[in-house]
């Protein structure tokens, strides 16, 4: 223990050589709150408090209120002391049974240290003291009492604004309301949210209302903010002047006091709300103690009207998104379902339902086994599995029944894809599924009108090529006859022409027929010299048509290399015919070669109007012109030529291209590979 001071020596050498117990407390405030201390240790059976004893920082100004009052009478007790330790307590959550426990352990501390003394105390100084406890007591514990009472029932009034689930602006009115019929001091009080970087006045009552709803304050530059990261409150104690407040409207109301506590939701800063007065400087313990209550029971009010906006709203957007997806279902004109992953139906549309002949209200909630008619659930099974367990989509499945509805067969396309949440959880399976019976059938009759047209055309072709033959040697026999006049041999060519043309056309019908049936155009390839086979092609025609030049532009070494030369004289009697039909009358039709060293390169060139460019892209499509008929005019090729053209390059493993403008006329370029590719190799 440490030694008294001079006053306190004064004390213990009296006239009856008594101990002033008065002395006592202003000398030993520090050992007894070791003592007290201790004492509630003990009391704790050594367990930390849960919360901080109060009187730890207010235990030296308490003894010397209590020393006062030892010697001058009760009346020199401080009451201001007991309204401050009463919120102090209040505001850390004590009950009424903690804060008499802890007066009960100061009063035993001091009386223990007072029979510890060898002196006998002054007359009247240990019932003055039992007296000046019992007031302190009292008062603290009433004080406590009171306040606890004001803060339950503004809670309870603040709970019945709530029940009728308020919206924010309307819930935050009705609690500062609540408030301020239970602070008289209060003249002004708001509560600002956050948003976004911004705090708004979302609420506010009393004076200047009006103007202060919808103002706007930068978080960072506000006092919450900084209250908040303390978790503490701010006070000002005149807002009017200080430069800290930065609402103008709150500044122009002459308020004095300003008290401010941030909303927080554990560590999230909700926003802030302030009480100010413009008669008091400075608000009593008990409205602080109970505006600190009030904001903290707001604070939850808020984060739980704040979740019920969301949940309305998200509720709201769900409804609208279902209402859309149901509708959608309903006129789709496909089927489509949606499954969990245990695969049972969530929703599915009535062209799905039907095919499993029951309706879509039936499906919800029942698995898949249960719903599939028999037969197609394992099929649909394994796929809707591979789905959930790749999470990858599966396409183009296609199902095999019966169809109810027409009879026979049926055929549907089925697609199923995972369904999964915006943060990518797989939440189970969709599937769509499209009747192809209609494109199935058009399928079939198209194929059957395809063979029955191409078994058609080699037919023809084979039972045209006998009378042509005859009709074509007869002409040459008849054209060796001397005794015909001019007139005559002219009919005579005439019927040679139309026969040489009618026969390529009959071998092009043959080959278009082996290239769809047999797999394509057979070729033969084998050692050929291009330029004596071209000039020999050439001489052919030019004898055909003796009036039109045909100049052949190849270089005086040989170009040889494998190919078929039944088939290259093919190609360049095709495209020497082509050019001669759309070529200008009085222009050459031109061949020329180009020897690349792996290829060699045919061009066959002529003046005249240009290819239609819509033409182009399908040119060597079967069935397709390569000029527009003028109108009126009747179509003298079958659409064959160019395609043959196209096969039988292909089959050399070349290439043709073609290029045609006004300016520089048609060209047709083929590549001929000297040794084609294995048959294996070939594009199909």
């Known amino acids: 223990m440490q030694e008294p001071h001079s006053r306190s020596a004064k004390g213990l050498t009296g006239s009856e050589n008594r101990l002033s117990v008065a002395e006592f407390l202003r000398a030993h405030h520090e050992t007894l709150l070791e003592d007290w201390q201790q004492a509630?240790?003990?009391?704790?059976?050594?367990?930390?408090?849960?919360?901080?004893?109060?009187?730890?920082?207010?235990?030296?100004?308490?003894?010397?209120?209590?020393?006062?009052?030892?010697?001058?009478?009760?009346?020199?007790?401080?009451?201001?002391?007991?309204?401050?330790?009463?919120?102090?307590?209040?505001?850390?959550?004590?009950?009424?049974?903690?804060?008499?426990?802890?007066?009960?352990?100061l009063?035993?501390?001091?009386?223990?240290?007072?029979?510890?003394?060898?002196?006998?105390?002054?007359?009247?100084?240990?019932?003055?003291?039992?007296?000046?406890?019992?007031?302190?007591?009292?008062?603290?514990?009433?004080?406590?009492?009171?306040?606890?009472?004001?803060?339950?029932?503004?809670?309870?009034?603040?709970?019945?604004?709530?029940?009728?689930?308020?919206?924010?602006?309307?819930?935050?009115?009705?609690?500062?309301?609540?408030?301020?019929?239970?602070?008289?001091?209060?003249?002004?009080?708001?509560?600002?949210?956050?948003?976004?970087?911004?705090?708004?006045?979302?609420?506010?009552?009393?004076?200047?209302?009006?103007?202060?709803?919808?103002?706007?304050?930068?978080?960072e530059r506000s006092m919450a903010a900084q209250a908040a990261s303390r978790h503490q409150p701010f006070f000002i104690r005149s807002a009017a002047s200080d430069p800290r407040v930065l609402l103008e409207p709150l500044r122009q109301q002459d308020l004095r006091a300003l008290y401010g506590v941030p909303l927080m939701e554990g560590d999230r800063l909700l926003g802030v709300t302030y009480m100010g007065s413009r008669t008091a400087f400075a608000f009593s313990d008990a409205d602080l103690v109970l505006f600190r209550a009030v904001a903290q029971r707001s604070s939850a009010h808020i984060a739980r009207t704040e979740l019920r906006t969301q949940e309305r709203e998200a509720r709201k957007e769900t409804e609208r998104s279902l209402a859309q997806l149901d509708s959608l279902l309903d006129a789709a004109p496909v089927g489509v379902a949606f499954l969990d992953t245990q695969l049972r139906y969530l929703r599915i549309n009535d062209v799905l339902a039907n095919l499993n002949r029951k309706p879509a209200e039936a499906h919800k909630g029942r698995m898949l086994r249960e719903m599939v008619r028999d037969g197609a659930g394992d099929p649909i099974e394994r796929s809707l599995r591979q789905v959930l367990d790749t999470?990858?989509?599966?396409?183009?499945?296609?199902?095999?029944?019966?169809?109810?509805?027409?009879?026979?067969?049926?055929?549907?396309?089925?697609?199923?894809?995972?369904?999964?949440?915006?943060?990518?959880?797989?939440?189970?399976v969709g599937s769509t599924?499209?009747?192809?019976?209609?494109?199935?059938?058009?399928?079939?009759?198209?194929?059957?009108?395809?063979?029955?047209?191409?078994?058609?055309?080699?037919?023809?072709?084979?039972?045209?090529?006998?009378?042509?033959?005859?009709?074509?040697?007869?002409?040459?026999?008849?054209?060796?006859?001397?005794?015909?006049?001019?007139?005559?041999?002219?009919?005579?060519?005439r019927i040679r022409k139309a026969t040489a043309r009618m026969g390529r056309m009959i071998n092009d019908i043959l080959d278009f027929a082996r290239s769809r049936l047999g797999g394509g155009i057979p070729v033969t390839p084998q050692h050929v010299n291009m330029v004596e086979l071209c000039q020999?092609?050439?001489?052919?025609?030019?004898?055909?048509?003796?009036?039109?030049?045909?100049?052949l532009k190849a270089p005086d070494a040989p170009l040889e290399g494998q190919w078929d030369p039944d088939r290259v004289t093919q190609v360049l009697g095709n495209l020497v015919v082509n050019a001669l039909q759309h070529a200008r009358n009085d222009t050459p039709v031109e061949t020329s070669l180009t020897d690349e060293g792996v290829a060699v390169v045919m061009r066959v060139h002529n003046e005249g109007d240009p290819i239609p460019e819509h033409l182009l892209p399908r040119l060597f499509d079967p069935f397709k012109p390569s000029r527009v008929p003028e109108e009126g005019s009747k179509q003298r090729s079958l659409g064959l030529g160019l395609y043959i053209v196209h096969e039988i390059v292909q089959m050399h493993g070349g290439s043709v291209q073609v290029e045609s403008t006004l300016e520089q006329g048609t060209t047709f370029t083929v590549r001929w590979p000297c040794v084609p590719p294995p048959r294996d190799q070939l594009p199909p």
């Open 536 to 551: 020999s092609v050439l001489e052919e025609l030019q004898a055909a048509y003796p009036e039109r030049p045909l100049p």
């Open 107 to 219: 009063r035993r501390c001091i009386l223990q240290r007072l029979e510890a003394q060898e002196l006998r105390t002054r007359t009247g100084d240990l019932t003055r003291l039992e007296e000046a406890l019992d007031r302190v007591v009292t008062r603290t514990m009433v004080l406590f009492w009171d306040m606890k009472q004001r803060i339950l029932q503004t809670l309870d009034r603040m709970a019945e604004a709530t029940l009728d689930d308020p919206d924010m602006e309307t819930l935050l009115e009705r609690l500062l309301t609540r408030m301020m019929e239970s602070t008289l001091a209060v003249d002004s009080a708001a509560v600002m949210l956050l948003e976004g970087d911004e705090l708004v006045v979302r609420a506010a009552v009393g004076l200047g209302n009006q103007e202060l709803k919808g103002q706007r304050v930068p978080v």
């Open 391 to 428: 999470g990858q989509p599966v396409q183009d499945v296609l199902i095999e029944g019966p169809d109810m509805k027409r009879g026979g067969i049926g055929y549907w396309r089925a697609d199923y894809f995972p369904v999964r949440t915006p943060d990518g959880v797989l939440m189970g």
């Open 40 to 105: 509630v240790l003990e009391h704790l059976s050594g367990r930390a408090p849960p919360r901080e004893p109060w009187l730890i920082d207010h235990l030296p100004e308490l003894l010397s209120s209590l020393a006062d009052a030892v010697e001058l009478g009760p009346e020199a007790l401080d009451a201001r002391l007991d309204m401050a330790h009463a919120a102090a307590r209040l505001d850390e959550g004590f009950d009424l049974g903690e804060v008499a426990q802890e007066y009960a352990l």
């Open 433 to 493: 599924v499209v009747d192809i019976n209609d494109y199935k059938r058009a399928e079939a009759a198209l194929q059957q009108a395809i063979d029955f047209r191409e078994e058609l055309l080699a037919v023809l072709g084979h039972d045209l090529r006998n009378p042509l033959h005859a009709v074509n040697a007869s002409a040459f026999m008849l054209g060796r006859f001397d005794g015909l006049d001019a007139t005559s041999r002219r009919a005579v060519d």
